[in-house]
Every structure is written in structure tokens, then in C-alpha cells.
């Protein structure tokens, strides 16, 4: 082949290699665009994304602290309005007197907070936070105690404390004098290291534990125990059933048969005021006299009920939460039959004078229907044209009545309060005036149109009662105890450490805090220390004992000086910021 055949097939061969690198560049750069296309492109977290997310979330320590305060918020409520749960008759006196917002409230449930939906939620969420975020932490520490104390840093003075001195002091000497001030101690090449105030965390881990333990106790007791409402007048007993209560609320696992089976009887209620004075009428002392038999085979014994002082049978707790008046009547009918015989509770409407009202039903009656609003009048004085109470106390017991006749409503399947009469169907009997002429004990009134007549037969006194039982109680006052503990060490102790270096006769001694704000106690602490050192050293037998018993540091407290204790300036454990 000639020489121009040559160079004509070399320069086609050329440019079939520069095609073919412009090709592969080309393919680079498009495979280079795509890649950077997708990397750009976002990509959704996925399910068990978004379920690490919410957990991490869901246990962060903000998380908790803000769950913390909206558990707290949500307690407020349930201080402010009346709970079901504790005074019903104040709830009802509240719809009473704000109908209208009494309705609204009720939507949100504020008249029964603690055990609202919303409550509980906080509640849940609450607890899961707090045990993800204390088990984590707890096993930290538990490693963290295990662990020797870091080596000694190359350079003393450098640290926030720190002194030298000339002096005979040996290691060993040093490793004691640190060990009777309570400090863990490891020796190293020409070094000593100490610390001391590990039971900062294991406060701050017991204060967070505690609470978890609160809150279970809390949820144990709304499991398996049960609370109940229930009236009583003087006379009158209670047999622990769930029909003898006027409000019963069951936890989830109570079943009728896990009530404990006692009874009482109402003997006699004594309530004691200020007399005279700037005070008069401000109450003293409540007092029932309860005849209580623990089981139905019990001989009975008297018990004294007071405000915050409980009855206790068998764990069951028996609450003076509220008092008043329970005038009796004798009711005659048109036909001279007695259609009701006996007390009737009334309401407060006035706490300082305890000027009550009440209402009579009585739907035997015949020829119609009868029923009666009363205003029970204390202590009466006359003022003007109306009469007054001025004396909670029954100095001067008087009613007022107004009396209705026609049909009760008894009969439609409604539900009607023992506190209100609907006078829908009802018309008055007589003249109704707004001050009617009080009754004294033992005088009748009688009705127009021959109705009958209505007696007022003496006075006699009710309290409401809350019954409880809560297996959690004993358990939440421990956990309680041990969380005020736990507070206290985190708030009081503070984590320190002391290093020593003696070269050549020269001692060198840092210090470093790890508790912020913590740094002027210790200067007082580490100057104790240096002086300590400074002093006369102990004996040799003195050396290697332990004085004292100190914070119980864990297993790594067993081998003070380590046995195998690296030979340089570095131990395991050791961290670069500590060097």
C-alpha cells in the first residue's frame, strides 16, 4: 500500500476515535445530569419514616415538658368549676344559676375533667413520652457509672481550677486524701484521677421514673378502683352497694362484687360557727357520728367522720365532703290520707346565712297531684316585709312554701332532678306571694281548693359523702416521695473531677466542674482539696483504705487503683477535650 493510501486510512481511523470519545463524553456528561436530576429530586420519608419521625419526636424532652404543661393546664379546670364526680349538688346548683353556660361547659366536659377524652389523651401521650424518654437515658447512665474516670490531662493549669506546689506528696498519698473526700479514684503513670457526682443523673433519672410510677399508679387506680356519691340524713344508713349510691363511677375492672361489703347509720351531724364578732357565722367544726359495721357479721363501732379525716375500712375511704338542711313535712292529701311523711335535702343558696331550697313531690296525693318549692330559713329575723336568715346555724328554723297543684310529669319517661319542680302542668294554689309567712316547727299550712295541708315537723341535717377506693393511692404517695427525693439530688449535687500530677517534687492539681453554675461552690471545694494535699500526708496503712462510704459509685468503686491502669498519659474513657 502506497504512503498516501496510509495516511488517508490513519486519519479515518483518527477520527473514528475522536467520534467515539465525543460519544462516551456525551453519554458521561448526560449519565453526570441525570444523576444530579435524581439526586435533586425529593424522596418521601415512607412509612417507617414517618414512624421513626413521630417517635423521635413524640420522646424528645420537649415534647415532654410541653405534654407536662399541658397536663397541668388541663388540671385547672377541675379546680375552678365544680366535678361530678366530688359535688354534685354544687353541679347542679351551677346549672341552676348559668343555664346557658352551664350547657356550653358541659360540651367540653369541665364538669368532669378527669375523665374527659382530651384528659386522657394527655395523659397517654404523656406517659409514652416520658418512658421513651427515661429508659434510653437510664441505660446511658447505667455505662456511664461502669466507667473508670478519664486520665489525667497532659496539662493542669490550663483547667478552670487548677494549682501547683512544691512537696513530697505521692501518688498513693494523693489517691487517699481523694478517696476520703468521697471521690472514685484510678491511678495512672505519674497521675491520680477522681470523681465524684454521679448521683446528679441518678437523681434526675429517679425524679423522671418517679413520675412514670405516678402516672401508672394514677391509671391503676382508674382501672381497678371506683368512687360514688351519696347523701345521707341523720337517722338514715348506707349499705356499700352500687344501688345505695346517688353517683357511682366504676373503673373498668370493678365489678359489683369487688365493693367491700360494710354499712353505716347516720346517727347524728354536728356543724359549730363563730357566734359573735367580726367572724360570726364562719364555720369551725364538722362532725358525723357514724354506728359503722365493716361486714355483715361485724359488731358495729362508732367512728367520728370529719373534713379530711377519712373513713378507712379495708382500704375503702370514706370522705365529709359536704353538708346542709333536711326539713321534715307531714303532707295530707285532699282526702285526709298522709301522702308523704319525712325529710326533704335542700340546696344552699346562700353559704354565709344557709338560707336553702327544696322541693316536694308528692304524686300519691288525690284528688291531684301536689307539689311544693320551700325556702328553709336557719336563724329567721324579720326584715322590712320579708324575712331573712342571718346564722347558718338552726338557731330559729322557719319555711317558707309555695304550693302547687296538678300533674307532675312523672309519668312521661322524663327524667326530672329531685332538686327543680316543672310547673309546666302545675298552677298555684292560693294567692303566690314572693314572701310568704314563714313556718315555725310544728305549724301547718293548709291548701286552697281542698287540697290538703303541709305541716313543718322539725329540722334534721344531711351530708354528702364520697367513697373511694384506690389501689394506687400507696403506690402514687411513694412514687411521690422518691420524685421530691430524686429532685433534690439532681438540684443539689453536682458532678466534679479532680486530677493530680506529681513529677520531680512538684504537684500539680485540676479541677473542672461538668454542673453549670456549679463553679464557685466548687472553687471552695477544690481549695479544700488543695489544702488537703498541701498538709500532712496520712500513713501508708491510711493510704489505700477507703473513708468513708460516700455516693455508691458502681461496680468500677471495687478497684480504686486500678491493676491495670495504663503506663502514658492516656487511659480508656479518656476524650480529647479532656486532654
Not at 481 to 492: H, M, R
Request: with cysteine; proline share 7%; hydrophobic share 40%.
Amino acid at each position: 500500500m502506497s504512503a498516501p493510501d496510509d495516511l488517508a486510512s490513519a486519519e479515518r481511523d483518527e477520527a473514528v476515535r475522536d467520534e467515539a470519545v465525543r460519544d462516551e463524553a456525551a453519554a458521561i456528561e448526560d449519565a453526570r445530569q441525570e444523576g444530579t436530576q435524581e439526586r435533586a429530586r425529593p424522596v418521601g420519608l415512607g412509612p417507617a419514616g414517618w414512624m421513626r419521625w413521630t417517635w423521635r419526636t413524640l420522646t424528645s424532652m420537649r415534647t415532654a415538658l410541653i405534654l407536662l404543661f399541658l397536663f397541668a393546664l388541663g388540671s385547672v379546670p377541675g379546680s375552678i368549676y365544680p366535678q361530678r364526680g366530688v359535688d354534685p349538688s354544687r353541679v347542679a346548683q351551677y346549672f341552676k344559676d348559668n343555664p346557658a353556660q352551664a350547657k356550653w361547659l358541659d360540651r367540653f366536659w369541665l364538669f368532669d375533667v378527669f375523665s374527659s377524652p382530651w384528659f386522657a389523651a394527655i395523659y397517654l401521650l404523656l406517659f409514652i413520652s416520658l418512658a421513651g424518654c427515661v429508659f434510653p437515658r437510664a441505660l446511658t447512665h447505667l455505662k456511664e457509672i461502669r466507667r473508670r474516670p478519664p486520665a489525667a490531662p497532659r496539662n493542669l493549669l490550663r483547667l478552670p481550677h487548677s494549682e501547683a506546689f512544691e512537696g513530697g506528696l505521692t501518688l498513693a498519698q494523693a489517691a487517699a486524701a481523694l478517696r476520703r473526700r468521697r471521690f472514685r479514684v484510678v491511678t495512672g503513670d505519674g497521675w491520680v484521677s477522681a470523681e465524684k457526682g454521679y448521683l446528679r443523673e441518678t437523681g434526675n433519672l429517679l425524679f423522671h421514673i418517679a413520675l412514670l410510677a405516678l402516672l401508672f399508679a394514677i391509671g391503676a387506680g382508674g382501672l381497678f378502683g371506683y368512687r360514688g356519691n351519696v347523701l345521707v340524713v341523720e337517722g338514715d344508713g348506707f349499705s356499700n352497694a352500687v344501688a345505695a349510691y346517688d353517683r357511682f363511677m366504676p373503673g373498668s375492672r370493678v365489678t359489683a362484687e369487688s365493693l367491700e361489703p360494710f354499712s353505716f347509720t347516720l346517727k347524728d351531724f354536728q356543724a359549730s360557727y363563730v357566734a359573735a364578732g367580726e367572724k360570726q357565722g364562719q364555720p369551725l367544726d364538722y362532725l358525723a357520728k357514724l354506728s359503722v359495721q365493716d361486714s355483715p357479721t361485724a359488731a358495729p363501732r362508732d367512728v367520728d367522720l370529719k373534713v379530711n379525716d377519712p373513713m378507712d375500712v379495708n382500704g375503702t375511704l370514706t370522705y365529709l365532703i359536704g353538708h346542709g338542711y333536711a326539713p321534715t313535712f307531714r303532707v295530707t292529701d285532699g282526702k285526709g290520707q298522709v301522702a308523704y311523711d319525712g325529710p326533704v335535702p335542700c340546696l344552699a343558696d346562700d353559704q354565709a346565712t344557709y338560707t336553702s331550697e327544696c322541693v316536694i313531690k308528692v304524686p300519691d296525693a288525690q284528688p291531684t297531684q301536689l307539689g311544693f318549692l320551700v325556702r328553709f330559713l336557719p336563724t329567721t329575723v324579720p326584715n322590712g316585709n320579708a324575712w331573712v336568715s342571718v346564722f347558718p346555724g338552726a338557731a330559729n328554723p322557719t319555711v317558707q312554701v309555695f304550693p302547687f297543684g296538678g300533674d307532675l310529669g312523672l309519668k312521661s319517661g322524663q327524667p326530672q332532678s329531685v332538686y327543680q319542680l316543672d310547673t309546666t302542668n302545675l298552677k298555684p294554689l292560693g294567692t303566690m306571694s314572693a314572701q310568704p309567712t314563714p313556718l315555725n316547727v310544728g305549724e301547718t299550712k293548709e291548701l286552697a281548693d281542698g287540697a290538703g295541708k303541709i305541716q313543718f315537723t322539725g329540722v334534721k341535717e344531711w351530708i354528702s359523702l364520697q367513697i373511694t377506693y384506690d389501689p394506687g393511692r400507696e403506690p402514687a404517695l411513694l412514687a411521690a416521695a422518691a420524685a421530691v427525693i430524686g429532685l433534690v439530688l439532681s438540684l443539689t449535687i453536682r458532678r466534679r473531677r479532680v486530677w493530680v500530677r506529681v513529677k520531680d517534687g512538684k504537684v500539680t492539681v485540676g479541677g473542672l466542674t461538668r454542673t453549670e453554675g456549679g463553679g464557685a461552690a466548687f472553687a471552695e471545694e477544690f481549695a479544700q482539696i488543695v489544702t488537703a494535699l498541701r498538709g500532712e500526708p496520712p500513713t501508708g496503712d491510711s493510704a489505700g483504705a477507703d473513708q468513708g462510704g460516700g455516693e455508691p459509685d458502681g461496680p468500677a468503686r471495687a478497684g480504686h487503683v486500678a491493676p491495670d491502669a495504663p503506663t502514658g498519659n492516656a487511659a480508656p474513657g479518656a476524650r480529647p477535650d479532656e486532654e
